[in-house]
């Protein structure tokens, strides 16, 4: 059974941090490309950021460029999205997904051009409420 499991949203306040997490199991997931999007209520989902099975190359969107960091752990198939100074803008549903290697061509385009559609798996994504 194919599941991408997020966890690690919740309620923080202005200034704070969260780590999210997305648990990958029933596919390979050493070739898979997993990036984080992110949907604020009335907004368009938009690519957070994104990370290469391949090389561990990265993508970040420039308003979060500086604050957070993804990474990878292949041991345990889980992707990690650490959230630093997080402000009210930053309040969204995350959530995250996992390219195959046939469609992947650069972690920017996965994150920034590619529709839903593309991907081949979706979480169903955790709550981040960045409030004081």
């Known amino acids: 059974q194919v599941q991408l499991v997020e966890s690690g949203g919740g309620l923080v306040q202005p200034g704070g941090s969260l780590r999210l997490s997305c648990a990958v199991s029933?596919?390979?997931?050493?070739?898979?490309?997993i990036g984080w999007f992110r949907q604020a209520p009335g907004k368009e989902r938009v690519g957070v950021s994104c990370?290469?099975?391949?090389?561990?190359?990265?993508y970040y969107a420039d308003s979060v460029k500086g604050r957070f960091t993804i990474s990878r752990d292949n041991a345990k198939s889980t992707v990690y999205l650490q959230m630093n100074s997080l402000g009210p803008e930053d309040t969204a549903v995350y959530s995250c997904?996992?390219?195959?290697?046939?469609?992947?061509?650069?972690?920017?385009?996965?994150?920034?051009?590619?529709?839903?559609?593309?991907?081949?798996?979706w979480g169903q994504g955790t709550q981040v409420t960045v409030s004081s």
């Open positions: 997904a996992a390219l195959g290697p046939i469609l992947f061509t650069t972690v920017q385009a996965m994150c920034v051009m590619f529709p839903p559609e593309t991907f081949d798996y």
């Open positions: 990370i290469s099975s391949a090389d561990g190359s990265t």
């Open positions: 029933g596919f390979p997931f050493d070739y898979h490309h």
